[in-house]
Nanobody, 124 residues
Framework: QVQPVESGGGLVQVGGSLRLSCAPNGRSDSPYAMGWFRQAPGKGREFVAA????????DYADSVKGRFTISRDNAKNTTYLQMNGLKAEDTAVYYCAAASRSGVPRSPDSYDNWGQGTQVTVSS
């Protein structure tokens, strides 16, 4: 397996936007689901969004639904997380991960290949 690498994090003001990228998708074969998670200081790792193998299914945490969009381009072996309407509480390290199963799993236990993370800081 090749470890995914996240990019696109940074500092943005409240209400701003960022697009995170994750490449490669972390498996030598076509990966199953891809997911984004985040971890804020002093908190556990939290599910953000997931997308199925060919993008037909997506799932979002309630806290980001309507603001974030997950997508993938299998030809480029890349997964994206478009984040709009950012809030201070979105500040966290964001991780992408490749799943070992199909569908759109929310549990971190369903993912077996994780990136190192990228910092997103939203300032008020």
């Amino acid at each position: 397996q090749v470890q995914p690498v996240e990019s696109g994090g940074g500092l943005v003001q409240v209400g701003g936007s960022l697009r995170l990228s994750c490449a490669p998708n972390g498996r030598s074969d076509s990966p199953y689901a891809m997911g984004w998670f985040r971890q804020a200081p002093g908190k556990g790792r939290e599910f953000v969004a997931a997308i199925s193998r060919f993008g037909h299914m997506t799932d979002y945490a309630d806290s980001v639904k309507g603001r974030f969009t997950i997508s993938r381009d299998n030809a480029k072996n890349t997964t994206y997380l478009q984040m709009n309407g950012l809030k201070a509480e979105d500040t966290a390290v964001y991780y992408c991960a490749a799943a070992s199963r199909s569908g759109v799993p929310r549990s971190p236990d369903s993912y077996d290949n994780w990136g190192q993370g990228t910092q997103v800081t939203v300032s008020s």
